[in-house]
């Protein structure tokens, strides 16, 4: 008598099973266990970083201009003044770039004094001036989940503070 053989492994039924499982784990469970607000402070901070050295490369390049970005409660925007620069920044202030909209409950606060509506004004030496005077370490808190600092030192170099 012939028996037959029986090979050890998964039918097609517990392999898709599996599968479903794994993937309702991924769409349900995992966003909840990583929310993008525990991420909001972190993205933001890089975010205002970049925008900060662009802003100044860009009144470094044209050196008869200011720039400037004004941060309000919920958005940053860019500006630049139409006018000569001459020690100052004079002349109207034009925009150049759209508002952006801060996201995931974040928000951005001077250090000194917990301003949250604020300017940085770039000379042409790309010196930042935030509300009309030099910042030398951390100056703005990234608030968040977690509360992380950005330090904007006296010559110009901008970093997130330790």
Avoid at 69 to 94: E, H, M, P
């Amino acid at each position: 008598m012939h028996r037959a053989q029986r090979h050890a492994g998964f039918t097609l039924v517990e392999l898709v099973t599996t599968i479903i499982l794994i993937a309702i784990l991924a769409v349900v469970v995992v966003p909840r266990l990583l929310t993008s607000s525990s991420y909001s402070a972190f993205t933001l901070r890089d975010e205002f970083i970049s925008e900060l050295r662009k802003v100044q490369i860009m009144a470094m390049n044209n050196q008869d201009r200011c720039y400037r970005l004004s941060v309000t409660d919920t958005n940053y925007q860019v500006s630049r003044y139409n006018g000569r620069f001459s020690g100052a920044c004079t002349g109207t202030l034009v925009r150049t770039d759209a508002p952006q909209a801060f996201q995931g409950g974040a928000s951005l606060a001077l250090l000194n004094g917990g301003a949250s509506t604020f300017n940085i004004e770039f000379n042409a030496l790309g010196v930042p001036i935030i509300n009309g005077a030099r910042c030398s370490g951390n100056c703005i808190s990234v608030i968040a989940d977690e509360t992380l600092s950005l330090a904007i030192e006296s010559e110009g170099y901008i970093h997130d503070g330790q």
